[in-house]
C-alpha cells in the first residue's frame, strides 16, 4: 500500500531565517506530487504541484520554492522566512493516471515563525 | 475563477441525527468529486469519491452529486460526537489533466451527545 511521510511535525523558526520540508511517498511511481499551506481555521491553499522529476507549477507568488529530485520526494525551501509563512503545511500525491484521482496526504508540518 | 463554495458552519445536529453537508462548484467541465473529513490539528483524510450522478453509499455515508445543478452533497447517518470535524469538499476540473483538485473552505460539523 501507499503511504506519505512528511517532517518534521513541529518546527519554529526565526523571521529570515531559512525553511526546508521534505516529504516522501513509498508504493507507488510517478505520482503528482502537492504543497498546501492551511492558515488557523482556513482553506486549503495550493502552494505548488508536480507531475514529474524537476516539473513544477507554481500557484502563488510568494518567498517559497519547491524541488522535485527524485520521482517519490517533493521539497519545499525558503531562503528567508516571513511572518506570514506561519501555517500548517500539507503535502499529497495522487496517482499519475489521468486528473481524476483523489490526493492524500500526509500528516503535515506546524511552522511557527517569531 | 473556479470555485467551491460551502457554508462554513457550525452545523449541530443531535447524535443519532443524519447531517446533510452541501457543496455548490462552479465549472460545468468537472469530472470528479470528493469529501474529505479533517479533525482539528490534523491532515485532511480522504472519505468518499464520486464521479457519475446519483448516490453512492459507503457505511454510514452517502455521497449525491447533481452535475446539472452543479451540486454535490454529503449525508451521514445516525450521526456520532466522533463525526465531529470539518468537512471538506474537493473538485477537480478538467477532462483528465493532471491538476490539482480545488477545495471548499470546508464545513464544521458539531454533533451534540
Known amino acids: 500500500s501507499q503511504t506519505i511521510h512528511q517532517w518534521p511535525a513541529t518546527l519554529v523558526q526565526p523571521v529570515g531565517s531559512p525553511l526546508s520540508l521534505e516529504c516522501t511517498v513509498e508504493?507507488?511511481?510517478?505520482?503528482?506530487l502537492y504543497w498546501y499551506r492551511q492558515a488557523a481555521g482556513r482553506g486549503l491553499q495550493l502552494l505548488f504541484y508536480?507531475?514529474?522529476?524537476?516539473?513544477i507549477s507554481s500557484e502563488v507568488p510568494q518567498n517559497l520554492s519547491a524541488s522535485r529530485p527524485q520521482d517519490r520526494q517533493f521539497i519545499l525551501s525558503s531562503k528567508k522566512l516571513l511572518l506570514s509563512d506561519s501555517g500548517f503545511y500539507l503535502c499529497?500525491?495522487?496517482?499519475?493516471?489521468?486528473?481524476?484521482?483523489?490526493?492524500?496526504f500526509g500528516d503535515g508540518t506546524r511552522l511557527s515563525i517569531l | 475563477q473556479k470555485e467551491v463554495e460551502q457554508n462554513s458552519g457550525p452545523l449541530s445536529v443531535p447524535e443519532g441525527a443524519i447531517a446533510s453537508l452541501n457543496c455548490t462548484y462552479s465549472?460545468?467541465?468537472?469530472?470528479?468529486f470528493f469529501w474529505y473529513r479533517q479533525y482539528s490539528g490534523k491532515s485532511p483524510e480522504l472519505i468518499m469519491s464520486?464521479?457519475?450522478?446519483g448516490d453512492k453509499e459507503d457505511g454510514r455515508f452517502t455521497a449525491q452529486l447533481n452535475k446539472a445543478s452543479q451540486y454535490v452533497s454529503l449525508l451521514i447517518r445516525d450521526s456520532q460526537p466522533s463525526d465531529s470535524a470539518t468537512y471538506l469538499c474537493?473538485?477537480?476540473?478538467?477532462?483528465?489533466?493532471?491538476?490539482?483538485?480545488?477545495f471548499g473552505s470546508g464545513t464544521r460539523l458539531q454533533v451534540q451527545p
Open positions: 499529497a500525491w495522487s496517482a499519475g493516471q489521468g486528473g481524476n484521482q483523489p490526493q492524500h
Open positions: 508504493g507507488t511511481s510517478n505520482p503528482n
Open positions: 508536480s507531475v514529474g522529476i524537476g516539473q
Open positions: 465549472d460545468r467541465g468537472s469530472q470528479s
Open positions: 464520486i464521479y457519475s450522478n
Open positions: 474537493a473538485v477537480n476540473y478538467g477532462l483528465g489533466g493532471r491538476r490539482a483538485l480545488t
